[in-house]
């Protein structure tokens, strides 16, 4: 395969570029950086208007879990279509939907048992804030409305996701219409001071927010975090350590606890549900991205039966009156289901230990580099830090690096100055390589 190159403008391009108002980028950028048109996907790879490659790394915004274009997806997606496509989820039900939600509450053993769909993952984060602040409203507790979130999370860019992300470019502009929170240190464990280790600093982290709920637990509805790793926060790691603290806190203190596993779920960490690597359960749990396969639109937002027993009555306004006009669409959890089946027939988890072991090895190099700093990884997640000084302009990085990576047939897209790939999970040995390989050229060329 030849690699990927920046393409010279095209008429689909141009035509994007006057119509369509592309997501999380400065429109102006593409007079320097060409948009590139993809047409087709075949595994792990997209292929552009001239039929030129792309291995993608990060799942095309870590949604992908099986590749492009899967057969075993197709097909589930084609035989659900020739059934019923969509049908609203107030006063209906589908067999799609019933089976997923099943399928769903099994592998939290039971823990959660009650799904409440949309289609965005910042949708089913506004869906578990609301619950929970609804849910202390109807226990007669309506004082405890403020919510926690981490520094450096990042739970989507609608009103209340918001607030609870704590990422600068996306918020700084909004921020007149944001609720205020309480923004608590991050266990990252790239906080690690000489002779500290990551549960260490977990610790550290665990303790401020012990402080916290001891002065304002009367007050306070749930605390927010993605478990193990926080993805548009560089991805930064921590210690399953500081889940198992913050569940204990919260039981503690009668805070919700809310595990956003939108970019950590579907096995990205090495079990299904990464809260699973501390033995606990939050109160809700949402995901999205992966949970379609990358196929289609589908988020939810799992909960225990205590709360869902709480808006059970007789009153219409007790109850969770919320929705989505496409929630539990038959197509995406079609297309859900048969990701699972994958899961189930592939033996995926045990598989992607191997995969992961495979990770590790094409990015050795990056152990042994000095310019890089902050070597990490947690299942299919792999990530480092190219060193400040080393970089002549750290504004452009991400941007020159993503430019750099085109050209070597690989795409990657940093955040900031980290470097992460977060690959689907059917690369082959050689591919794996490959990836690592062109991610140190791509560096060499963008730093030399």
């Not at 039929?51 to 075993?72: Q, R």
């Not at 409305?145 to 450096?152: A, D, G, M, P, T």
């Not at 549960?199 to 009367?218: G, R, T």
């Not at 050795?364 to 310019?371: G, I, N, S, V």
Request: charged share 20%; proline share 5%; net charge negative.
């Amino acid at each position: 395969m030849q690699p990927i190159s920046n393409p010279n403008q095209t008429p689909l391009v141009d035509r994007s570029l006057d119509a369509v108002w592309h997501p999380c980028t400065q429109m102006k950028h593409h007079e320097s950086l060409p948009l590139i048109a993809i047409t087709k996907g075949k595994g792990a790879w997209l292929f552009d208007e001239q039929e030129k490659p792309l291995l993608d790394c990060i799942s095309s915004w870590w949604t992908n879990l099986f590749g492009h274009s899967n057969p075993h997806i197709n097909q589930a997606i084609s035989a659900q279509l020739e059934k019923i496509e969509h049908v609203m989820l107030a006063g209906f039900t589908h067999p799609p939907v019933v089976e997923l939600s099943e399928k769903l509450a099994a592998l939290t053993k039971g823990h959660l048992g009650h799904i409440f769909y949309a289609s965005d993952g910042a949708s089913a984060v506004e869906i578990a804030l609301k619950m929970s602040h609804h849910y202390w409203r109807l226990s007669n507790k309506p004082q405890k409305k403020k919510f926690v979130c981490l520094e450096n999370g990042y739970h989507g860019e609608t009103l209340g996701a918001l607030a609870v992300t704590d990422v600068a470019i996306f918020r700084d502009a909004y921020g007149a219409l944001l609720s205020d929170v309480f923004t608590m240190p991050s266990p990252d464990s790239r906080k690690a001071k000489e002779g500290e280790t990551a549960d260490d600093v977990a610790s550290h982290a665990a303790n401020a927010l012990e402080a916290l709920f001891e002065a304002e637990h009367e007050n306070i509805a749930a605390l927010i975090v993605e478990p193990l790793v926080q993805c548009a926060g560089q991805m930064a790691m921590h210690s399953p350590e500081y889940l198992r603290r913050v569940r204990v806190l919260c039981d503690r203190f009668n805070i919700h606890l809310i595990a956003d596993e939108i970019a950590v779920g579907c096995g990205r960490t090495g079990k299904f549900f990464a809260c699973e690597h501390a033995g606990i359960w939050p109160d809700f749990l949402t995901l999205s991205k992966g949970i379609s396969g990358g196929y289609l639109p589908l988020s939810l937002s799992m909960t225990s039966d205590k709360i869902y027993q709480a808006f059970y009555g007789d009153q219409a306004q007790q109850g969770f009156l919320h929705s989505h006009s496409y929630t539990g669409n038959p197509l995406a959890c079609a297309a859900a289901l048969a990701s699972l089946a994958i899961f189930e027939s592939d033996h995926v988890l045990e598989k992607n230990i191997v995969r992961s072991q495979e990770l590790e090895k094409a990015f050795a190099w990056a152990k042994e580099d000095e310019r890089i700093q902050h070597w990490r990884q947690q299942g299919m997640i792999l990530a480092f830090d190219v060193k400040p000084h080393v970089l002549k302009n750290q504004n452009v990085f991400p941007r020159d690096m993503f430019a750099a990576s085109i050209q070597e047939g690989i795409l990657i897209r940093p955040i900031g100055n980290t470097i992460y790939v977060m690959p689907p999970y059917i690369l082959s040995m050689d591919e794996v390589m490959r990836m690592g390989t062109a991610v140190q050229r791509a560096l060499n060329r963008v730093i030399s």
